[in-house]
């Protein structure tokens, strides 16, 4: 009997440690053209507008529509410059190893609209502030479907996350299906 319950407790260790992995990462690229738009052209309307035909979100887009969020416009002219600024409003981080052309995760927009919105977060999240962790708590606020937070988001996806987020920094109660 002694190795069976052995053997129960192996396998239940390892279902644990397996169910905390995250998928593969991403290795996306936006064909040129489809992804940044012009600096001139960067408001909120023509942002999601394009955005909502889109296949892929990219990070520049993301950081784009976040700044929109924060300040109502972007007035940066690179992808560069929208992630310095992020970075010293305290939104995004500036370690991370992301491409303006590559697919935004959703980890990654998760992460800039938490400390947009100024979500504090569970003790993980404040302990460890992580794209991961900002992510379930994005999942915790309605903001987000359930997934992954290293899967890429789809341009018509991204455009409904900010469209939420900023009913929720309007004041407005986010209804949470789950």
Known sequence: MRPLSQMVT?????????SCQTNMDVERKIEPGS????SESRNSASLAYRL????????????SMVLLLIDGEDRYQSFVDRRIALDAKGVANASWDIEADEPVTKGT????????LGL?????????????????EALHYGLMAKGSAREP???PEAVGIIGR??????????????
């Open 120 to 136: 504090k977060g569970g003790v993980m999240l404040r302990l460890i502030s992580s794209r991961r962790y900002a992510y379930r």
């Open 10 to 18: 192996v396998v239940i260790v390892g279902v644990l440690v397996c």
């Open 35 to 38: 992804g940044a738009l012009a």
């Open 109 to 116: 927009l998760a992460y800039m609209l938490c400390r947009a």
């Open 52 to 63: 909502s035909s889109q296949t892929w979100c990219s990070n520049d887009e993301a950081c």
């Open 153 to 155: 988001l789809t341009g």
């Open 165 to 178: 987020a900023a009913r929720m920094k309007e004041g407005e109660t986010i209804l949470v299906y789950r």
